[in-house]
């Protein structure tokens, strides 16, 4: 039993609660009760208990990360400052090509850990050898869904039947903080049978699909040249999209596509730092959320973004739109918290357990140590989470109720 007094907690809940000189009681893996701490100390003085005092740290529910290729982290700075299309062909896929199972699970332990070092709870990946990133994820103890990359057209061929044999053999082995979906990898790389499948097999299996989607330009126009229509116009009417589909990047829509992904549920990654890197484009943001389309924050992988820091995300994505959209209330601080907690736990289908400060649900909570420079004043701690806080500020990581970091 943990009781957290005398702290600052940004709840997340539906009124967007902060309480300020809040206190926090975690039994086992809930969190039992939330308040001011006067009254909680005298609520619970005869219950043994650990009191840590929080004085000068703000709480926060855990953040996600709802787009990586984690095990990337290995070519962190490896081909940086290229054109998309060289970046890939000449530099990252030969890289990958090389990389085996331990490889895989190097690098996503040590993408686990920056992510739980600066306060992600929760991430979405999608890459090869899924084994390697369960056993890496669980010896983390981070929360991680995971999509094994599906491939069909092209040199590379992973299928159906491959996915199958791989979810038979890895569904029984899998429970609590490790989940399996389905990750096809984009609309030119997966033929039009594989990608009906893939949501066939998915809403059979209660399972989550995680797709690149109108990531560039000629992504678009390609589509154009080969299917006489758009990418998510093309999704719909193959009747690939849903509620249980995560959309990454999504920078180049139309109006007409943007309705779309309101009508079908779908939710949006949103990854602006990779996309401003690999000069892929801006998402629509506000039309986006105008349109009730649930966006949530992704980083992409370490070798397009070269950090899973989802502060220094939440920073670019305000600042980006507020340029954008011309409109310095564009993206506002409350709205860009959203996208990397409560939207993310949305999009991931587990807002019931996790997202919020809230009684009765699952205790991740990330410690923020106000106590800094460069976080004083503070006027407003939503303002500062956003637009000053790092990853480095996080004192402490509880997921479940375990304090991990």
Same mark, same amino acid.
Request: hydrophobic letters at 40%; proline letters at 3%.
């Given at each position: 039993?943990?009781?957290?007094?005398?702290?600052?907690?940004?709840?997340?809940?539906?009124?967007?609660? *902060?309480?300020?000189?809040?206190?926090?009681?975690? *039994?086992?893996?809930?969190?039992?009760?939330?308040?001011?701490?006067?009254?909680?100390?005298?609520?619970?003085?005869?219950?043994?208990?650990?009191?840590? =005092?929080?004085?000068?740290?703000?709480?926060?529910?855990?953040?996600? =990360?709802?787009?990586?290729?984690?095990?990337?982290?290995?070519?962190?700075?490896?081909?940086?400052?290229? @054109?998309?299309?060289?970046?890939?062909?000449?530099?990252?896929? @030969?890289?990958?090509?090389?990389? +085996?199972?331990?490889?895989?699970?190097?690098?996503?332990?040590?993408?686990?850990?920056?992510?739980?070092?600066?306060?992600?709870?929760?991430?979405?990946?999608?890459?090869?050898?899924?084994?390697?990133?369960?056993?890496?994820?669980?010896?983390?103890?981070?929360?991680?869904?995971?999509?094994?990359?599906?491939?069909?057209?092209?040199?590379?061929?992973?299928?159906? +039947?491959?996915?199958?044999?791989?979810?038979?053999?890895?569904?029984?082995?899998?429970?609590?903080?490790?989940?399996?979906?389905?990750?096809?990898?984009?609309?030119?790389?997966?033929?039009?049978?594989?990608?009906?499948?893939?949501?066939?097999?998915?809403?059979?299996?209660?399972?989550?699909?995680?797709?690149?989607?109108?990531?560039?330009?000629?992504?678009? +126009?390609?589509?154009?040249?080969?299917?006489?229509?758009? @990418?998510?116009?093309?999704?719909?009417?193959?009747?690939?999209?849903?509620?249980?589909?995560?959309?990454?990047?999504?920078?180049?829509?139309?109006?007409?596509?943007?309705?779309?992904?309101?009508?079908?549920?779908?939710?949006?990654?949103?990854?602006?730092?990779?996309?401003?890197?690999? *000069?892929?484009?801006?998402?629509?943001?506000?039309?986006?959320?105008?349109?009730?389309?649930?966006?949530?924050?992704?980083?992409?992988?370490?070798?397009? =973004?070269?950090?899973?820091?989802?502060?220094?995300?939440?920073?670019?994505?305000?600042?980006?739109?507020?340029?954008?959209?011309?409109?310095?209330?564009?993206?506002?601080?409350?709205?860009?918290?959203?996208?990397?907690?409560? =939207?993310?736990?949305?999009?991931? +289908?587990?807002?019931?357990?996790?997202?919020?400060?809230?009684?009765?649900?699952?205790?991740?909570?990330?410690?923020?140590?106000?106590?800094?420079?460069?976080?004083?004043?503070?006027?407003?701690?939503?303002?500062?989470?956003?637009?000053?806080?790092?990853?480095?500020?996080?004192?402490?990581?509880?997921?479940?109720?375990?304090?991990?970091?």
């Amino acid at each position: 039993m943990l009781f957290i007094k005398n702290t600052t907690i940004v709840t997340q809940n539906n009124e967007r609660q *902060v309480i300020k000189n809040g206190a926090v009681l975690i *039994v086992g893996e809930k969190i039992a009760d939330i308040g001011l701490s006067v009254k909680l100390e005298k609520k619970y003085t005869k219950i043994k208990k650990k009191i840590i =005092n929080g004085r000068g740290w703000v709480l926060i529910p855990g953040l996600i =990360n709802a787009h990586t290729h984690a095990a990337m982290s290995l070519l962190r700075g490896f081909a940086d400052d290229l @054109p998309l299309k060289d970046w890939l062909e000449q530099k990252i896929w @030969p890289a990958e090509a090389k990389f +085996k199972p331990r490889d895989i699970y190097r690098g996503t332990k040590l993408a686990c850990q920056e992510m739980l070092r600066s306060g992600t709870t929760t991430f979405f990946d999608m890459y090869w050898q899924p084994e390697s990133i369960i056993k890496a994820v669980r010896e983390t103890g981070i929360r991680g869904f995971v999509g094994p990359l599906i491939i069909d057209l092209g040199t590379v061929a992973v299928g159906p +039947k491959q996915i199958e044999a791989l979810y038979s053999r890895l569904k029984q082995k899998l429970s609590g903080k490790v989940k399996l979906t389905i990750a096809p990898h984009a609309t030119y790389t997966v033929s039009e049978d594989t990608l009906r499948w893939c949501q066939s097999f998915a809403k059979k299996e209660g399972l989550l699909l995680h797709i690149h989607l109108s990531e560039t330009e000629g992504e678009v +126009k390609n589509c154009l040249k080969k299917h006489g229509c758009r @990418p998510i116009e093309y999704l719909a009417k193959i009747g690939f999209l849903g509620n249980n589909v995560v959309a990454a990047h999504c920078c180049w829509l139309s109006d007409k596509e943007i309705k779309i992904l309101a009508k079908y549920g779908v939710s949006v990654a949103h990854c602006p730092t990779s996309n401003l890197k690999l *000069v892929s484009g801006i998402a629509p943001l506000g039309k986006l959320l105008k349109a009730g389309v649930n966006v949530c924050l992704g980083t992409d992988s370490a070798a397009s =973004n070269n950090s899973l820091d989802i502060f220094s995300e939440m920073k670019i994505a305000a600042l980006i739109h507020k340029w954008d959209e011309k409109n310095p209330a564009a993206a506002d601080a409350q709205t860009i918290l959203d996208l990397a907690t409560i =939207n993310g736990v949305k999009a991931l +289908k587990i807002d019931r357990q996790v997202g919020s400060i809230d009684t009765g649900k699952q205790a991740d909570i990330v410690i923020v140590n106000f106590n800094q420079p460069h976080l004083q004043p503070c006027h407003s701690e939503v303002s500062n989470l956003v637009y000053a806080a790092r990853g480095g500020d996080v004192s402490a990581v509880i997921i479940n109720g375990q304090v991990l970091f």
